[in-house]
């Protein structure tokens, strides 16, 4: 019986799609990420409340070298990409015993339950 040895095949690995960019080891932008993160918290984690606090973070990161230089706009930072009245479904109807698919009163119609 013949061993196959998975490891002898050549694995390629890709970079990250925006490359990798130093850790902020001198604490520069530190103020900006701790009230992103704030934000964050405060908002329960719904980013798009703290888009300008996450904007200005990634901007101190290009001013400081910290990461490549691009357009915010081409990161989603446009105008048009700006969220409008998302909300967070409160999920009241599970909570009250709601089971979706329960509710439908037709009778199945499935190829093992053809009769």
Known sequence: MASMNFSAS?????PPQRGIFPLDHDDECK???K???TCLKGSKNQHNHCRDMS???LQCR????LMSEEDLNEMGYSQDAKIVGAYEYDKSRERAGFTAGKHIEKPMKWWFQRG
């Open 10 to 14: 050549k694995q390629f690995v890709r």
């Open 31 to 33: 103020p900006q990420m």
């Open 35 to 37: 009230i992103y993160l």
């Open 55 to 57: 904007k200005a973070y």
């Open 62 to 65: 290009m001013d400081n070298q």
